[in-house]
C-alpha cells in the first residue's frame, strides 16, 4: 500500500529551536509539495519540487524556512530558528505532474 | 481573495440526513478534486472531475462539476457517522500544476 510517510508525527519544541520535518514521498512520484494547515488559513503552499528541483518557494518565510530533497526518497523542510507563529500542522505531498497530490498524516508542530 | 470559496463552513448533523457542500471560483478549471480530511490525518483523494456538467458517484457521494467549470458540489445521501470529516475542494492553479485548496466544509455526522 503505497503512502506518503512524514516523520515525526508530533514535535513540540521551545522557541529558537531548529525543527527538521523528513517526507518519504511515494515511489515512482516526481512532484513533492510542502504545506502547512492552519485553521485561519487553511492549506498553504510553501514548497513545490519536480525532479528534486525546487520550483515554487514563494509561500515559505525565507529567512527561517529552507526546504531541500536530497534525493529522490527524501524531502525535509527545516525551520530555524522556530517561533510560536509556526506552530500548525505540515504536511507533505507527492504526486506526478498532474492536478491529485498524495498526503502524509503530517507533523503536527507546536513551539511554545 | 480565496481563489475557491466553500460553503458551508461547518454542518452538525444527524445520522441519516442528506446534505450538500459546495465550492466556488470565479475562475475556469480544467479539472476538480474533492478530498475528505479526517481528525489527525491528511487529506484523502476522493474523485476528480474534469468535464463541465459531469456528475459522479462513489457510494452515497455523489459529485457533480459545474456546466462552466467554475463550480463544483458534493452530496451526501444518508451520511453516517464515518462521514465526519473536512471536505476539501482543490484546482490546479494557472498553468502552475500546483494543487490549490479551498478552506473546506467541517462536517460533523451525530450518531
Known amino acids: 500500500d503505497a503512502r506518503v510517510t512524514q516523520t515525526p508525527r508530533h514535535k513540540v519544541t521551545e522557541m529558537g529551536q531548529e525543527v527538521t520535518m523528513r517526507c518519504q514521498p511515494i515511489l515512482g512520484h516526481n512532484t513533492v509539495f510542502w504545506y502547512r494547515q492552519t485553521m485561519m488559513q487553511g492549506l498553504e503552499l510553501l514548497a513545490y519540487?519536480?525532479?528534486?528541483?525546487?520550483?515554487?518557494d514563494s509561500g515559505m518565510p525565507k529567512d527561517r524556512f529552507s526546504a531541500e530533497m536530497p534525493d529522490a526518497t527524501l524531502a525535509t523542510l527545516k525551520i530555524q530558528p522556530s517561533e510560536p507563529r509556526d506552530s500548525a500542522v505540515y504536511f507533505c505531498a507527492s504526486g506526478l505532474v498532474g492536478p491529485e497530490a498524495f498526503f502524509g498524516q503530517g507533523t503536527r508542530l507546536t513551539v511554545v | 481573495t480565496q481563489l475557491l470559496e466553500q460553503s458551508p463552513q461547518f454542518l452538525s448533523i444527524q445520522e441519516g440526513e442528506n446534505l450538500t457542500v459546495y465550492c466556488n471560483s470565479s475562475?475556469?478549471?480544467?479539472?476538480l478534486q474533492w478530498y475528505r480530511q479526517e481528525p489527525g490525518e491528511g487529506p484523502v483523494l476522493l474523485v476528480t472531475?474534469?468535464?463541465?456538467?459531469e456528475v459522479k458517484k462513489l457510494k452515497r457521494l455523489t459529485f457533480q462539476f459545474g456546466d462552466a467549470r467554475k463550480d463544483s458540489s458534493l452530496h451526501i445521501t444518508a451520511a453516517q457517522p464515518g462521514d465526519t470529516g473536512l471536505y476539501l475542494c482543490?484546482?490546479?492553479?494557472?498553468?502552475?500544476?500546483?494543487?490549490?485548496f479551498g478552506r473546506g466544509t467541517s462536517l460533523i455526522v451525530h450518531p
Open positions: 475562475s475556469v478549471f480544467s479539472s
Open positions: 519540487f519536480r525532479n528534486r528541483a525546487p520550483l515554487d
Open positions: 472531475v474534469v468535464t463541465g456538467g
Open positions: 482543490g484546482v490546479i492553479k494557472g498553468g502552475s500544476y500546483i494543487p490549490t
